[in-house]
């Protein structure tokens, strides 16, 4: 049983007279506890294909099955609980709320859950633990340095169990050594907790860290195989 | 669902953010209700000051002037020609069975010394009803009675200006002061009524018996003669069959013809202050009216100040969305500031519109009252206008696209 489901999935913007075809027919699937980087030029697709993904769009053509459920017919509010639920997403420019503690980020995702609160604080300090931030709770953004910045994000994340993470160009606005250290949050996190990592990034340096990558380009999916670095090892 | 702590603590905090702005923004709701709770004040105070001017002039009250004179021609006016009597005046309190009591006055100017203080009042000649007519009490002493007016004694019944005026510090009763030289024992003191309607001292006054005033102090032109009637009908409902009963009583007694004008006028003077009464109300009703216009452009100010919120807090409003947010969770976020602004702005409004309406009533000398009423309704107004102004602004937040929203820089 596949985790995601993408069944022909085209997506069709209509700017004034002109129709782009964003997707064209893409269908893959990926079960439970996988980490798939996901790869290609600007205006390949895989941003669109990746909202789809994350319920943040809808496809035109095709089904999408999230754990065997149909999400392209969804509502806005249902596509909303489907994604606090089942989907966390990483940023590259991080998306936290301005203004708002460490903790308090990573609560949010319960909040429109409607966990209570006092079930919240006790959970996020649990996340910020996980991702190494368990004494900057009360920091706010502007007071992390970007890694750290990043791993509240991913806290924020993890803090539903949502079995899929979405990060889309992670480490895009991070050093080397600080892009390592979370991709190496993300291995641990896809090995120990089995949570499925789906990684966008055009960096293959960073796709190294991944078992499975996904070329795009054109709309299409032009290759899909185990990564470079796992297949050496696998035929050495 | 609603989690209403957590999103008060958020509104909160946004608010806080921009202390400046809020602030600014608060201010158009704190002046909308400052001023709105002012004028009410300002109203309701001059409306309770006529109410009370009302009941002090006594209730259901009629008043009968006699005729006007015609003189080569030229009619001169009601009061000008004397015709009513103290047995008009008695024929109508027995015969008119709408009429609860009658009292003639017989009224004049006069210099009154006590020893070596002097004042001049208006002296009225009347009857035991008056007080009963126009509900009105003594402070100490006694009324003069039936058999005073019959025997034509000198006592007198003194309002409390005069009494300040004369006396002083000193115990009026029993004392004899001298009326247009005549002497007159104080047999009581009248209870302090007030201004009254037309702005008038109520208070002073002298009352005698009818009898006294025309024999000793005014003189008459014929037997009985009175200037005015007063008249106190059984009931608010019996105020008009009053006035025919005493048109008819009137017409028969002065021997007027059919077709023939009436030699007197009958006013219903509680109708006349209820009119003021009621004119003070609608001014009232338009000072808030125009004052809420005031409230309105505050939740304008509202509306605006959190359109331009929402176009700068697109991301977070896409980061919101992405992580889980529904349609109402972002719209109750932007209303719950709206509100918050708002309600804030109301409190500081009501107070205020109480510093300012006593600061008017200080200042300008008028009567300012803030009722609870007032208060109440211009702050649930206030929320009223914050949800209704936020409420677009939270809408278009709500319809923003996840995508666009987290792209927006």
């Given amino acids: 049983m596949a985790l995601i489901e993408a069944k022909s999935i085209s997506k069709v913007y209509t700017m004034g007279d002109i129709e782009v075809n964003a997707l064209k027919g893409v269908s893959l699937s990926i079960a439970k506890g996988e980490f798939v980087s996901v790869m290609g030029a600007s205006g390949s697709g895989k941003s669109t294909f990746m909202n789809i993904l994350g319920c943040l769009d809808k496809p035109t053509g095709g089904k999408y099955l999230l754990e065997d459920v149909d999400v392209s017919g969804m509502g806005r509010d249902e596509l909303a609980d489907i994604r606090n639920r089942k989907i966390g997403f990483v940023f590259q420019g991080f998306n936290l709320l301005p203004r708002t503690t460490a903790l308090e980020n990573v609560e949010l995702p319960m909040f429109y859950k409607g966990v209570p609160a006092k079930e919240r604080m006790g959970r996020a300090m649990e996340a910020l633990k996980k991702v190494g931030l368990e004494k900057r709770e009360m920091h706010y953004p502007n007071q992390l340095s970007g890694g750290q910045q990043q791993r509240v994000a991913i806290a924020r994340a993890l803090v539903n169990e949502a079995p899929i993470i979405l990060a889309d160009e992670p480490t895009g606005n991070l050093d080397t050594k600080t892009s390592v250290e979370i991709m190496e949050l993300f291995v641990e996190l896809n090995n120990t907790a089995g949570i499925t990592i789906i990684l966008v990034t055009h960096e293959p340096d960073i796709a190294e860290f991944s078992k499975r990558t996904i070329k795009f380009l054109d709309g299409r999916v032009i290759s899909d195989e185990m990564t470079a670095s796992r297949r050496a090892r696998a035929n050495g | ?409």
């Fill in chain 2, 1 to 409: 669902m609603v989690n209403l702590p957590f999103t008060a603590a958020l509104a909160f905090r946004t608010l806080r953010v921009n202390k400046m702005r809020s602030l600014l923004t608060m201010l158009g709701i704190i002046i909308g209700v400052g001023a709105v709770i002012a004028m009410l004040a300002v109203g309701t105070g001059a409306t309770q000051q006529i109410t009370a001017q009302i009941s002090s002039m006594g209730s259901n009250l009629l008043i009968i002037l006699p005729g006007s004179t015609t003189s080569g021609g030229l009619r001169m006016g009601a009061g000008t020609q004397p015709t009513l009597t103290t047995f008009d005046s008695d024929a109508i309190e027995e015969d008119a069975p709408a009429v609860a009591a009658a009292a003639p006055v017989l009224s004049g100017s006069a210099q009154v010394i006590y020893g070596n203080q002097n004042w001049s009042t208006v002296v009225s000649g009347t009857t035991p009803s008056m007080l009963y007519v126009r509900d009105w009490q003594l402070a100490e002493g006694r009324p003069f009675s039936d058999a005073d007016v019959k025997n034509a004694t000198k006592v007198c019944l003194m309002g409390q200006t005069v009494v300040d005026n004369l006396f002083g510090g000193e115990d009026p009763l029993g004392k004899t002061v001298q009326i247009k030289g005549v002497p007159f024992q104080v047999i009581g003191v009248l209870a302090v009524k007030g201004q009254s309607v037309m702005g008038q001292d109520q208070d002073d006054t002298i009352y005698v018996p009818v009898t006294t005033a025309q024999r000793k102090l005014f003189g008459t032109a014929f037997p009985g003669m009175v200037r005015v009637i007063m008249i106190k009908a059984r009931s608010t409902a019996d105020l008009n069959a009053a006035q025919d009963q005493i048109n008819a009583l009137l017409r028969q007694r002065h021997h007027i013809m059919p077709g023939q004008d009436d030699d007197f006028t009958v006013r219903n003077l509680t109708q006349m202050m209820q009119a003021a009464e009621q004119s003070t109300k609608i001014m009232t009703l338009l000072l808030g009216a125009i004052a809420s216009v005031s409230l309105l452009v505050g939740g304008i100010g509202i509306m605006n100040i959190m359109l331009v919120s929402v176009t700068e807090r697109t991301r977070e409003i896409g980061i919101r969305m992405a992580i889980g947010a529904k349609t109402w969770d972002i719209r109750i976020q932007f209303i719950a500031e709206a509100l918050i602004m708002s309600l804030i702005g109301g409190i500081i409004g009501i107070a205020l519109g109480v510093a300012g309406s006593s600061a008017i009533s200080k200042i300008a000398g008028w009567p300012a009252v803030v009722s609870p009423f007032s208060a109440l309704l211009a702050f649930g107004f206030s929320g009223a206008v914050g949800i209704f102004f936020g409420f677009y602004p939270a809408y278009k937040a709500s319809l923003l696209d996840p995508i666009d929203a987290l792209r927006y820089e």
